[in-house]
């Protein structure tokens, strides 16, 4: 009866119980070590990736203002232009009704106000190249940026998986941790390349 209900282990039993405690406990602290190593060289990418996704922004934003800034410059300058227009034709008027002793200082008023829209003209023409110029940086700069927190998503994701690796031991979790890593490691590239060209 005692034989049913009672077992002495003998000393090969205790080693090898021992050794595989020591083995199982030592592939979940390599486990751990690796998920540690991934978590700081990700988690190095995603503060780079922040920094220069926010910095890609600020930088989009800022041609954007400049856009908006020289777009206000030159319907400022077309609105004068107009001015000169209408003030012109004033004088064209008074040369035409007014006597032959006063239609001289008429018509160089004319020409005075043609010279000045041709050089309003150029001004405005040359404010509104440099908007357009402003705006197709901001636009060159958003993809990159878009890149960029979409790559920071996965990374974070990658990151989160890593952890839950670490809690419930399943090796496919890091797996899928270390792809997503990749991929977002990969969209960081291309925007840096984009950003460089």
């Known amino acids: 009866m005692s034989s049913d209900h009672f077992h002495v282990h003998g000393a090969h039993e205790h080693a090898v119980e021992h050794g595989a405690e020591s083995s199982h406990k030592s592939h979940h602290h390599t486990l751990n070590q690796w998920v540690a190593l991934f978590t700081a060289l990700v988690s190095t990418i995603g503060a780079v990736t922040s920094y220069q996704g926010s910095t890609t922004q600020t ?20 609105a004068f232009f107009q001015s000169q227009s209408i003030k012109g034709h004033m004088a064209q008027l008074m040369s035409e009704l007014t006597t032959a002793d006063k239609q001289a200082a008429f018509r160089a008023e ?25 705006d197709e940086h901001s636009a060159h700069l958003m993809h990159p940026h878009h890149l960029l927190e979409r790559a920071l998503t996965f990374i974070q994701i990658s ?19 270390i792809g997503l890593a990749l991929i977002g490691t990969g969209q960081v590239g291309y925007a840096f390349y984009l950003l460089a060209h």
């Open 59 to 78: 930088e989009a934003m800022l041609y954007k203002n400049d856009a908006i800034l020289n777009k206000t410059a030159a319907a400022d300058q077309w």
């Open 110 to 134: 004319v020409e005075k106000r043609e010279q000045q829209k041709t050089e309003i003209k150029a001004k405005a023409d040359e404010l509104e190249q440099l908007a357009k110029e402003a």
């Open 159 to 177: 990151i989160a998986l890593a952890s839950i690796t670490v809690l419930t031991r399943q090796r496919w979790l890091f797996v899928g941790g």
